[in-house]
């Protein structure tokens, strides 16, 4: 199943998150090297992030967020997890 995740940074965020970079995109290419990121970047107006993964429950995707080291040191100031049905681009879907 696929699950959408947007940390939305807090106060503090974007100084942080250069500190907390190297550590967070490390946890996504362990998961991406499993072939589970389907997509990750940020905001660009600077609110925070997305992430799209695939994930067996919503407790593993709720577990992944909260242990993210952006939600960990404190760039996110909250995160909301939710399921996704993908629809487009079709040839994605099949993932």
Known sequence: ????IFGFDGPDGQALRKIHR?????????LDAQG????????T?????LIVIEADSLEEAEAFAKED???????????EVHPFMQVFPK?????
């Open 36 to 43: 589970r990121v389907v997509l990750a970047g940020p905001l």
């Open 69 to 79: 080291p952006y939600t960990v040191n404190g760039v996110f100031e909250r995160i």
């Open 91 to 95: 040839d994605s879907c099949a993932r």
């Open 22 to 30: 190297p550590a967070h995109l490390a946890k996504l290419e362990t």
């Open 1 to 4: 199943m696929k699950f959408v």
């Open 45 to 49: 107006d600077k609110a925070g992030s």
